[in-house]
């Protein structure tokens, strides 16, 4: 009989941020989910320096942010849109 190799998936599963590395990233988000009803699409921004925080720190795979669907939050253009 064959024996199944259980692996973990390719995109979802990262290493739990054990030492709390970017714990403060991850409350600022949390916070402004809870703030704004649990709309996520009003916290991106946090979600972004969340995610930044953890690929940085080696926590997740290193991925352009344009392919986690932030392109249009890179180089400050986000600030400009809610500004006007």
Do not use: T, V, W
Request: hydrophobic share 25%; with cysteine.
């Amino acid at each position: 009989a064959k024996s199944f190799q259980p692996r973990p998936p390719d995109k979802g599963s990262f290493p739990l941020d054990h030492f709390g590395e970017c714990k403060s990233f991850k409350e600022k988000f949390m916070k402004c989910l809870r703030d704004n009803h649990f709309e996520n699409a009003l916290c991106r921004n946090e979600s972004k320096e969340y995610l930044e925080c953890r690929m940085e720190r080696q926590l997740m795979a290193q991925e352009p942010l344009e392919k986690l669907g932030f392109g249009d939050l890179i180089d400050g253009k986000s600030e400009a849109k809610n500004k006007s």
